[in-house]
């Protein structure tokens, strides 16, 4: 199967810093990618997509940004903030499929 | 609006036991997913459906079947459970606009296979 593998397993930031998540992924033919936030004892929840013909896309307070040569994926946090602590996912989509990767735990410290 | 619905939320079985846990989705969705996560990893894909009546293997299908018989309900059943089974199951749907897969997931349910 297709594996999507994270380089870090925590990350601690102070509140009001930016953070950077970033994920490798494995098949170059995947089409889209997916990161999302999972509070300890709820379902992932849906943080920012990008589409594989894209190389960066920007929503609210987050960044992902799509590197293919290098098939890295990461995830921007701008001005952390303490809500923002939970584990963060990244996903490649590969032929009706998502494949994760075992995730990443934010700490913000105030 | 309730969004994705799983039932039950908690389960324990005895080995060789057998129970079907329930997704529902009020949102129309056509791709509905039941996904299994064990501690301090991702989630991992049992079997996806594309549309009513359709099903397909996701990464890791061995010991489960599902159905799709409604649009709005995915079954995921365990015939014979066993401890390797013990996880979490998150099921999720999604709709498709383009070529957007945004996956909406529920809440969860946590079994125990002793």
């Known amino acids: 199967g297709e594996s999507v593998g994270l380089h870090l397993p925590t990350l601690s930031v102070q509140e009001g810093d930016n953070s950077i998540i970033n994920c490798a992924y494995s098949?170059?033919?995947?089409?889209?990618f997916i990161w999302y936030k999972q509070e300890s004892g709820k379902g992932p929840q849906f943080i920012i997509d990008?589409?594989?013909?894209?190389d960066k896309r920007q929503g609210q307070r987050v960044t992902v940004l799509l590197n293919k040569t290098v098939k890295h994926l990461s995830l921007q946090i701008a001005a952390t903030q303490p809500g923002d602590s939970a584990v963060y996912f990244c996903?490649?989509?590969?032929?009706?499929?998502?494949?994760f990767g075992s995730g990443t735990k934010l700490n913000v410290k105030p | 609006n309730a969004g994705v619905t799983q039932t039950p939320k908690f389960r324990v079985l005895k080995t060789g036991q057998s129970m079907t846990l329930l997704c529902a989705q009020d949102?129309?969705?056509?791709?509905m997913y039941w996904y299994r996560q064990d501690p301090g990893m991702g989630l991992r894909l049992i079997h996806y459906s594309v549309g009513e009546g359709t099903t397909a293997k996701g990464e890791v299908p061995d010991g489960y079947n599902v159905s799709r018989l409604k649009k709005q309900n995915f079954l995921l059943g365990l015939e014979s459970a066993a401890p390797s089974q013990t996880s979490v199951y998150f099921c999720?749907?999604?709709?498709?606009?383009?070529?957007?897969?945004?996956?909406?997931f529920g809440p969860g349910t946590r079994l125990t296979v002793t």
């Open positions: 999720a749907s999604s709709s498709v606009r383009g070529q957007i897969y945004e996956q909406y």
């Open positions: 098949n170059s033919a995947s089409d889209y």
């Open positions: 949102m129309n969705h056509e791709y």
């Open positions: 990008i589409r594989s013909n894209m």
């Open positions: 996903a490649e989509r590969f032929f009706n499929k998502f494949y």
